[in-house]
């Protein structure tokens, strides 16, 4: 198990993970997730320590806080410079409640439509765009997992992610120059602190 930084908050939202994780079925363990994050998140307090808030030059950065026994939930914080952004992915079937610690981003969904996303080519519909600030929470519940995260500001955006498990691979979507999206497998690692 890892757990960092260590703080009295960061225990806090550890123990009460520990019991909204414990819920029947992804739905009701999602919104229990959302409550806690919503709750540490929207108290202001500022409870990671300064290398887990740093961007990384290149791409998003992905640092672990948390690992629960039994792989039953991880806690990230993403750190998004001004313009990072993911391409349009999935999360493998695994579901994931994110909440925004500092900054805003813009989060896209979409539908897949026109065949199967793990074999054809398919077309991605926009169904909606969120503008997410600090202690707004969202989730995502397989099947309905088709998204963009962006920061659309001039200022770096901090979230807070936690996963159903250990996040180590997804799928994102590339565009095809005859029209439609390839699902292509991407391995996910984690920026150091």
Not at 49 to 63: E, G, K, M, N, S
Not at 77 to 97: E, K, N, S
């Amino acid at each position: 198990m890892a757990v960092s930084p260590h703080s009295a908050r960061v225990d806090e939202l550890i123990r009460r993970l520990d019991q909204a994780t414990a819920a029947r079925d992804d739905a009701s363990r999602c919104r229990a997730v959302k409550q806690v994050l919503v709750d540490i998140v929207a108290s202001g307090e500022q409870f990671l320590d300064p290398p887990y808030l740093a961007p990384a030059p290149d791409r998003y950065a992905r640092r672990l806080i948390h690992r629960a026994p039994g792989n039953r939930y991880t806690v990230l914080a993403m750190v998004w410079a001004p313009g990072q952004g993911t391409p349009l992915h999935d999360h493998a079937g695994t579901w994931c409640v994110e909440c925004v610690y500092r900054g805003r981003i813009r989060v896209t969904s979409f539908s897949a439509h026109g065949g199967d996303p793990e074999r054809d080519l398919v077309r991605f519909e926009k169904e909606t765009v969120v503008m997410a600030g600090v202690g707004e929470a969202g989730a995502l519940i397989p099947p309905f997992e088709y998204h963009m995260i962006e920061n659309p500001d001039a200022d770096a955006a901090v979230t807070i992610h936690v996963y159903g498990g250990e996040m180590t691979f997804c799928h994102v979507f590339e565009p095809e120059a005859g029209g439609g999206y390839r699902r292509k497998y991407r391995e996910l690692t984690y920026t150091p602190a």
